[in-house]
């Protein structure tokens, strides 16, 4: 099982700050599929994504028990 977090705008959007799937085998871009038709997000590609606390690249491989994290851009002033 992964866990997967959720940030900012994204919480809002999900429902939730994270949500349980089995994700091993996958790699980043299609974990960002997957979250892109089952909750309706869009422009996941634009957010950074961690796993276990340290950001990676939609080519990395999700193995079981990989934390998750989607984190938008965040502007401000």
Request: charged share 25%.
């Given at each position: 099982?992964?866990?997967?977090?959720?940030?900012?705008?994204?919480k809002?959007?999900?429902?939730?700050?994270?949500?349980?799937?089995?994700?091993?085998?996958?790699?980043?871009?299609?974990?960002?599929?997957?979250?892109?038709?089952?909750?309706?997000?869009m422009?996941?590609?634009?957010?950074m994504t961690?796993?276990?606390?340290?950001?990676?690249?939609?080519?990395?491989?999700?193995?079981?028990?990989?934390?998750?994290?989607?984190?938008?851009?965040?502007?401000?002033?």
């Amino acid at each position: 099982m992964n866990k997967i977090l959720f940030f900012a705008h994204l919480k809002d959007i999900v429902g939730k700050d994270f949500i349980l799937l089995d994700l091993a085998g996958k790699s980043v871009a299609e974990v960002k599929q997957i979250i892109s038709e089952t909750y309706k997000v869009m422009n996941l590609e634009t957010v950074m994504t961690a796993v276990n606390e340290e950001f990676a690249s939609n080519e990395e491989i999700i193995r079981a028990g990989d934390e998750i994290a989607f984190i938008p851009p965040v502007s401000g002033g």
